[in-house]
């Protein structure tokens, strides 16, 4: 009996991180009037992500298609199960560089493996609680990721941007390597795809001045496509490349199909993919709980992180099946869908169906984009994702290990890889907050007399000093801080030799005792009984009180000898000083 009602309770704390809030929304009572709003906020972000959409897939590597169908599919699902009110889910710059390396590494089979099991992972994460956590990865670590990952779509879209001739050449994968081939490359600019990206740079920025309401991107790729095809600009488009014949664009419903047919070729890369896997699971959490806090601050809901992540989950298990990409929570979509009045996921849904419908009633038209006024688009992106100004603002004012940290990780994004960066920068900072924690921890000794402020004594002023005459015989510790593994070396260091008949530890000012903690207080108890030194404990808090309780040292202390304060505890040192003389 008892085992089936642990099992049913484990079933439901599980199911608890998952309540999608268009669920929670039809419970409570959807009127007809939010109905049209969401309705034309989501007609307009479907018309936003339509060139996005087709920007990143090409960036990634992979075809217009495929990042069309990601937004569409994705885009359905998040809005679907999200945990977030208003979050916009598809593909986004900040998988560019991964996706890019996946498919150069693994092919479209391993990028597709590497989705699935990324999905796998968010949907672990979010049923068991882990939405909660994400918030705890340091700013420092998301900003040069963040900043780090803009520089590298930036690199991408040289070839676009200057329109180079490449051939049959690929451009390579890494950064240096990368640079190293555009210089090679130099002579090979057509200076008609700089114009072009120049136009659809300058559409996008001054846009903003006569409307909010049509976005700039979509206006730049309408204006630079008539203008290539009217006046027969040679420069690259999507379905075509300067010298070649066109392809033809034929997008249609996404169809459901297998994303693996041949495990043979993945089977001996299951270590990159996982690995590849894993990246996408951390990015795309990280991502889509940051556009979810944004949604709050701009509209006063609260988001549920878990569910957050499963919906996300779902979506990049479901996506290869139609042959999409990763994605997750779209910041600038999201922020738009509110700015136009969505406040519930209705919206999200009405985008999804908005972007289907225009792939399949005009997505041959997709073939006639100039890949230069896309690269306008992306270049944007990377401005806008880098954040460059707070990037500086931290270089000026920030803390030195702060600024370590973000430096560090900006280059392991944009020189190695994000696999490496964020663990490295997750580590970097854990180590560096450690000290900072170690370098707060302090234990000085009183012997003779104890200068205090009286502020574990309830009965006095809190800001009376005071000096407590400590016994012959006592030494009186006072430690300060969060006793941890950090800290303990420093607390054994200060109690070294400590040779008397009673020691109190005043330990007042010490929030959290983790397990190192507590060792080094047992290795005291043990010098203590050998020596037949008694301990006293003052002013012990709650969390170090349990953990003490649960390994049995309590009892081993002696119950009689945990006082609420200095004030009781030097007393009762007396007393025992005085009986063991008297013996």
């Known amino acids: 009996m008892d085992n089936r009602s642990s099992e049913e309770h484990s079933k439901f704390s599980l199911l608890s991180n998952f309540q999608p809030q268009l669920f929670s929304l039809f419970r409570e009572g959807y009127s007809l009037r939010q109905f049209f709003t969401d309705l034309i906020a989501g007609i307009i972000v479907g018309i936003v992500a339509l060139p996005l959409a087709i920007a990143f897939g090409i960036a990634s590597g992979v075809s217009v298609e495929q990042g069309l169908f990601t937004a569409v599919i994705a885009g359905f699902l998040v809005s679907v199960f999200s945990g977030s009110k208003c979050q916009i889910g598809g593909p986004t710059g900040a998988f560019i560089v991964i996706v890019y390396g996946i498919v150069q590494s693994q092919g479209i089979q391993g990028l597709a493996a590497a989705t699935v099991l990324a999905g796998i992972m968010l949907i672990a994460m979010g049923l068991c609680g882990m939405g909660t956590l994400i918030r705890y990865i340091p700013y420092p670590v998301t900003l040069g990721f963040t900043a780090g990952i803009a520089v590298v779509i930036a690199a991408s879209q040289v070839p676009q941007m200057f329109g180079f001739f490449l051939g049959n050449e690929k451009v ?271 234990t000085n000794s009183a012997d003779n007399q104890l200068a205090s402020l009286s502020d574990d004594d309830p009965h006095e002023d809190p800001m009376a000093l005071r000096v407590f005459e400590v016994p012959d015989g006592v030494h009186v510790y006072n430690i300060r801080g969060p006793f941890f593994f950090g800290a303990a070396s420093k607390f054994q260091q200060a109690i070294e030799g400590a040779a008397c008949r009673v020691i109190i530890l005043r330990m007042l000012h010490v929030p959290i005792l983790d397990a190192t903690g507590v060792n080094a207080i047992e290795e005291l108890l043990r010098r203590a009984e050998k020596d037949r030194t008694v301990i006293l404990v003052s002013g012990i808090r709650p969390q170090p009180m349990k953990v003490l309780n649960k390994y049995g040292l309590l009892d081993r202390i002696g119950r009689v000898n945990i006082h609420a304060t200095i004030v009781e505890a030097l007393p009762h040192a007396a007393e025992i000083v005085q009986e063991q003389l008297a013996k």
């Open 172 to 442: 390579p994968a890494e950064f240096v390597d990368k640079i190293i081939f555009f210089g090679q490359h130099a002579s090979a600019v057509n200076f008609w795809a700089f114009g072009v990206f120049l136009l659809s740079l300058t559409v996008i920025y001054i846009t903003p001045k006569f409307t909010k309401r049509v976005p700039g991107s979509l206006i730049a790729v309408l204006v630079c496509t008539v203008i290539v095809q009217v006046f027969q600009i040679p420069v690259d488009t999507i379905g075509r490349t300067v010298g070649k014949e066109p392809i033809p664009l034929e997008l249609g419903f996404p169809r459901f199909s297998s994303p693996v047919t041949d495990w043979a070729v993945l089977i001996p890369n299951l270590t990159s993919i996982f690995s590849a896997a894993f990246a996408i699971a951390m990015l795309g959490s990280i991502e889509s709980l940051l556009s979810a806090v944004v949604a709050d601050g701009m509209t006063g809901t609260k988001h549920r992180s878990n569910t957050e992540l499963v919906a996300q989950g779902i979506a990049n298990v479901m996506t290869p099946f139609f042959g999409g990409i990763p994605a997750t929570g779209a910041i600038a979509r999201t922020a738009t869908n509110i700015r136009n009045g969505g406040r519930t996921p209705v919206a999200g849904i009405v985008h999804a169906f908005t972007l289907l419908f225009i792939v399949l009633c005009f997505g041959k038209y997709a073939a006639m984009i100039p890949l230069a006024s896309l690269a306008g688009i992306l270049i944007t992106v990377s401005i806008n994702m880098s954040e460059y100004r707070i990037f500086g603002k931290m270089l000026r004012r920030a803390p030195k290990s702060d600024i370590a940290v973000m430096l560090i990780t900006f280059f392991l994004t944009v020189f190695l890889d994000l696999t490496i960066a964020i663990p490295v920068g997750l580590i970097l900072a854990s180590f560096l907050f450690m000290r900072r924690m170690e370098q707060e921890f302090g």
